[in-house]
């Protein structure tokens, strides 16, 4: 089974530039995740779907931050402007039904 | 603060049992979880338990959850230099499957 797929691994921005993020969940999830994990911390949640639909976005940004799930499958996320601050990993994560999530490997964003 | 805590390192002999703990908040949590992370990786689901569980074995690992004191630890037996990375606990704190991660806890296995 093909895990959870994430493009791409690494990016480097000056502040104030625009970036994307993409998601491809494990076939057949549902739910996908993404998180923020900055450097010395744990991940904390940015947004949640359920198929196309947000469930959770409280901790979103969403003045700089969006993030969508067209059909339900794959996902992106975009930040624009970003701050040096949004210096972080991003990781996506899947899940179906009440099993445990799958996490990808991460993009390693740096805004200078 | 972090609503999930840990101490942030361990060192530990090859070889040697390691204890790794966590304490959490939310008292209506369903699952509780242990990560790894290594270099440059995602996070690799360990294992996890229930909250109506007190312990469970998974070859090399042990999970203890004390509910009362919402206190869990990880103990891993036999501890190898593969042991080495980052240790995440995460609390499950509503039905869609949120994780509320603690900061991790470094473990170094020296030989």
């Known amino acids: 089974e093909a895990g959870v797929a994430q493009s791409p691994r690494y990016k480097i921005i000056e502040k104030r530039q625009s970036v994307a993020f993409w998601c491809n969940p494990i076939?057949?999830?549902?739910?996908l995740y993404w998180y923020q994990q900055i450097l010395g911390q744990g991940p904390k949640l940015l947004i949640q779907?359920?198929?196309?639909?947000?469930?959770?976005d409280s901790q979103l940004p969403k003045d700089r931050f969006s993030a969508e799930r067209l059909k339900g499958v794959d996902s992106t996320l975009k930040i624009q402007p970003a701050k040096l601050e949004d210096s972080a990993v991003y990781l996506c994560?899947?899940?179906?039904?009440?099993?445990?999530?799958?996490f990808g490997q991460g993009t390693r964003l740096t805004v200078v | 603060g972090e609503d999930v805590e840990q101490s942030l390192f361990l060192s530990v002999r090859e070889g040697d049992s390691s204890v790794i703990n966590c304490t959490y908040t939310?008292?209506?949590?369903?699952?509780l979880y242990w990560y790894k992370q290594e270099p440059g990786a995602g996070l690799q689901l360990l294992t996890y338990?229930?909250?109506?569980?007190d312990m469970k074995q998974d070859q090399r690992l042990t999970v203890l959850l004390n509910k009362k004191d919402k206190h869990l630890s990880l103990r891993i037996a036999d501890t190898q230099t593969g042991d080495s990375a980052i240790y995440f606990c995460?609390?499950?704190?509503?039905?869609?499957?949120?994780?509320?991660f603690g900061a991790g806890t470094q473990v170094v296995v020296t030989p």
């Open positions: 994560a899947s899940r179906a039904g009440s099993t445990e999530a799958f």
């Open positions: 076939s057949g999830h549902a739910t």
């Open positions: 779907f359920q198929n196309n639909g947000v469930v959770d």
């Open positions: 939310d008292s209506s949590s369903t699952y």
């Open positions: 338990i229930f909250s109506n569980m």
């Open positions: 995460a609390e499950r704190t509503d039905s869609w499957g949120k994780l509320q």
